[in-house]
């Protein structure tokens, strides 16, 4: 039962604490990698380090060394970086699959736990693995959210076809504010999105007409999800040429 005690589990529930702690965090300023990502990592590291430190006792002599298997340890510990940097991927600013990469990293850990006979981490983490990606969802909806942040996106959009509207109605669904809306030069500036449908009307007008020259459109957006679902969406409208994230966290100091 050597390293696998009382002593070492209080020191996974740190990590699963204090990393969990960082993914709050970032969970409210809504990055990419967020509360599950980090508390993955966290808990991987030190899981890590317990197997460097406790998981090779036995096939140790007093006083003599006979091999050096923690080197197997830090070999995995670099070479699954690979294979989980293969399922990130990004699409103009949006960032995928880093939970996923941080579970590689997870089952890589947990699979060195269970072969260097660290029973009691392995059942320990699994169990932590399972309140990680079924219980942190329903908490990452429930943490409250700064009132002061906003992220500014910039869309690109064929003039002439009335795209505008729908954009705007894209944003709403998705559960989006709107606080402040900026067309290009030649269109005005509205503080709201009031004042956005009705320069929307004027499009949808217009859209008859042949396409012109593109529109370039400047929001701030606040909601409960990552901006990153509501770019995702707006790169897929038919018409949309660009989107891309502007100053961000425009809200804050």
């Given at each position: 039962?050597?390293?696998?005690?009382?002593?070492?589990?209080?020191?996974?529930?740190?990590?699963?604490?204090?990393?969990?702690?960082?993914?709050?965090?970032?969970?409210?300023?809504?990055?990419?990698?967020?509360?599950?990502?980090?508390?993955?990592?966290?808990?991987?590291?030190?899981?890590?380090?317990?197997?460097?430190?406790?998981?090779?006792?036995?096939?140790?002599?007093?006083?003599?060394?006979?091999?050096?298997?923690?080197?197997?340890?830090?070999?995995?510990?670099?070479?699954?970086?690979?294979?989980?940097?293969?399922?990130?991927?990004?699409?103009?600013?949006?960032?995928?699959?880093?939970?996923?990469?941080?579970?590689?990293?997870?089952?890589?850990?947990?699979?060195?736990?269970?072969?260097?006979?660290?029973?009691?981490?392995?059942?320990?983490?699994?169990?932590?693995?399972?309140?990680?990606?079924?219980?942190?969802?329903?908490?990452a909806r429930r943490l409250p959210r700064s009132r002061r942040l906003a992220t500014e996106i910039h869309i690109s959009y064929e003039d002439g076809?009335?795209?505008?509207?729908?954009?705007?109605?894209?944003?709403?669904?998705?559960?989006?504010?709107?606080?402040?809306?900026?067309?290009?030069?030649?269109?005005?500036?509205?503080?709201?999105?009031?004042?956005?449908?009705?320069?929307?009307?004027?499009?949808?007008?217009?859209?008859?007409?042949?396409?012109?020259?593109?529109?370039?459109?400047?929001?701030?957006?606040?909601?409960?999800?990552?901006?990153?679902?509501?770019?995702?969406?707006?790169?897929?409208?038919?018409?949309?040429?660009?989107?891309?994230?502007?100053?961000?966290?425009?809200?804050?100091?």
């Amino acid at each position: 039962m050597t390293g696998q005690g009382w002593l070492q589990l209080g020191e996974l529930t740190l990590a699963f604490v204090l990393s969990a702690l960082v993914g709050v965090e970032r969970e409210i300023r809504q990055k990419s990698a967020g509360l599950r990502t980090h508390t993955l990592v966290g808990v991987s590291a030190a899981l890590f380090m317990l197997i460097s430190k406790y998981g090779f006792m036995d096939v140790l002599a007093y006083g003599k060394v006979i091999l050096d298997p923690s080197r197997v340890a830090a070999q995995v510990v670099s070479g699954i970086g690979f294979i989980g940097g293969g399922v990130i991927f990004m699409r103009r600013d949006m960032v995928r699959g880093l939970t996923t990469a941080a579970s590689i990293w997870f089952t890589a850990a947990l699979g060195m736990t269970c072969g260097a006979g660290l029973f009691a981490l392995a059942v320990a983490t699994v169990v932590g693995y399972y309140i990680i990606m079924l219980g942190f969802p329903f908490l990452a909806r429930r943490l409250p959210r700064s009132r002061r942040l906003a992220t500014e996106i910039h869309i690109s959009y064929e003039d002439g076809r009335g795209l505008l509207r729908s954009i705007l109605i894209r944003c709403t669904e998705l559960r989006f504010a709107i606080e402040r809306v900026q067309l290009g030069p030649a269109r005005s500036f509205t503080e709201d999105a009031e004042g956005a449908l009705d320069i929307a009307d004027q499009e949808a007008a217009e859209a008859t007409l042949p396409p012109k020259n593109a529109v370039r459109l400047a929001m701030l957006v606040k909601g409960k999800r990552p901006v990153s679902h509501l770019i995702a969406a707006l790169s897929d409208m038919d018409g949309i040429l660009e989107v891309a994230l502007g100053n961000e966290d425009a809200g804050l100091d």
